[in-house]
């Protein structure tokens, strides 16, 4: 018989296979652990070593990990005394102080038309004729009448005379005294109202020559020379609008309704100016004419009213604008530029450079915002240097090399946008032209 070979039967692991996987585990796993230590101790030595660096004279730019390791440039203008001007923005459109239909007061024939279309007018001139000749008509027979009832009203006082005289000779009864001076009266009621009727007919006659009421633009003509005109037309003959002056109404929030209102009482003159949809482009300047008596409260507002000479016809009735007005001028606050605010968590704050060119945060309060420049209510003294360049990678304590806006380049560098918890970019132009101003 062949021998068949039986097949090799591997034992299960024992126990000592199974403590020696682990040792070598751990091994490993020691050996990781000692390499980020060891990594670890590098970096935070190389820290100690920069922040000791610049402790001695310089910590502010980037080292082997990323970290400060010398002074770092920023920009650093003084807080000074100076005056800001305090705007209040609204919403408004321009209003004519009139605007008037023209229509024909009498009935007749367009006969001839004094005006074109767009044309400027002054109060009085003459804008179209209506047919006067069946007014005039009228006026010749009412002066008729009144001859009439003149003579008779002549003949009646003669006769009354008469019959006066010989009453006090007992010749004629006193009631035909009394009845000729009845009719006497009846006369001179007749001559009266025949005047009436001339003064009325003369006015008619005025009426058929139709002139402006108020100066100011007329618009596109309603009726073609030669129609019926009547008084009851609806569109009339023409639109006559006053554009010099003009008026705009605009709102503002009702919680400036103290401060405008003590500027009014106090006789001053707001200044106001309008600016385009825009808010680019300045359109004209007047002042505030007068306040409304209440108050909106769907949207909480109140409505003003101001004039603007518009000599330049800039303004046009209906037209949107955007209104600023000078409420007050900020006098004798601490100015800095808006490029140095900062926004955090707890609010406003700007980075002080201390004498050793060292850097602090400081809280502030801010008032009023002019375009570049913002006043600080609290927290900062005039002459105190804020940084208002390279503030994105400041930290508390860290030293700096201060340059003035004049150094380099000789300009104020631009304000930037900043990321900050709870704000903005405190540069922004945010009104028209160059600046919007009010509390912050």
Not at 60 to 88: C, E
Not at 100 to 121: A, K, P
Request: aromatic share 4%.
């Amino acid at each position: 018989m062949s021998h068949v070979p039986t097949p090799e039967i591997h034992p299960e692991s024992t126990p000592g296979d199974r403590r020696r996987r682990r040792r070598i585990f751990l091994l490993v796993a020691a050996v990781i652990l000692a390499g980020c230590g060891v990594i670890y101790w590098k970096t935070h030595t190389g820290v100690e070593v920069n922040q000791r660096q610049g402790g001695r004279g310089g910590g502010g730019g980037f080292g082997r990990f990323g970290m400060m390791n010398g002074p770092l440039p920023v920009v650093a203008q003084p807080a000074v005394k100076g005056d800001l001007d305090v705007y209040l923005n609204g919403l408004g459109a321009v209003t004519p102080l009139a605007t008037v239909t023209i229509r024909t007061q009498i009935s007749g024939q367009l006969i001839e038309i004094h005006f074109t279309e767009g044309q400027m007018v002054a109060k009085g001139d003459l804008l179209a004729v209506i047919d006067p000749r069946p007014y005039q008509v009228a006026l010749e027979q009412a002066q008729g009448q009144l001859l009439q009832a003149q003579s008779q009203l002549k003949e009646a006082q003669v006769d009354l005379a008469r019959y006066e005289k010989l009453a006090v000779e007992d010749s004629i009864a006193g009631q035909q005294v009394d009845t000729q001076r009845a009719l006497v009266s009846q006369f001179e009621g007749l001559v009266q109202v025949d005047k009436a009727a001339i003064d009325s007919a003369t006015l008619n006659l005025t009426y058929c020559h139709i002139t402006a009421p108020i100066p100011g633009r007329v618009g596109l003509r309603q009726v073609d020379l030669g129609n019926y005109v009547t008084p009851g037309d609806a569109n009339g003959l023409v639109v006559l609008t006053q554009l010099k002056p003009i008026a705009a109404i605009f709102t503002l929030p009702e919680d400036n309704i103290p401060s405008v209102v003590a500027r009014v009482h106090s006789g001053a003159q707001l200044p106001i100016d309008a600016y385009d949809r825009t808010q680019t482009h300045k359109v004209a300047a007047g002042i505030l004419s007068t306040i409304d008596n209440e108050v909106d409260p769907t949207t909480g507002t109140f409505k003003l009213r101001a004039l603007f000479p518009n000599d330049d016809e800039s303004l046009f009735p209906n037209q949107f604008i955007n209104i600023r007005m000078l409420l007050t001028i900020d006098k004798g606050a601490t100015v800095i530029p808006t490029s140095a605010i900062e926004r955090g968590q707890q609010g406003a704050f700007v980075y002080v450079v201390q004498p050793d060119d060292t850097v602090t945060s400081r809280a502030v309060t801010l008032g009023t915002t002019e375009g570049e420049r913002v006043a600080v209510l609290t927290g900062l003294a005039v002459g105190e240097r804020v940084v208002v360049d390279g503030a994105d990678k400041l930290k508390e304590g860290m030293q700096v090399i201060v340059q003035t806006s004049e150094s380099g380049t000789g300009t104020t560098p631009p304000a930037r946008r900043r990321r900050s918890a709870g704000g903005g970019d405190p540069g922004a132009k945010t009104g028209p032209e160059t600046s919007t101003s009010g509390r912050n």
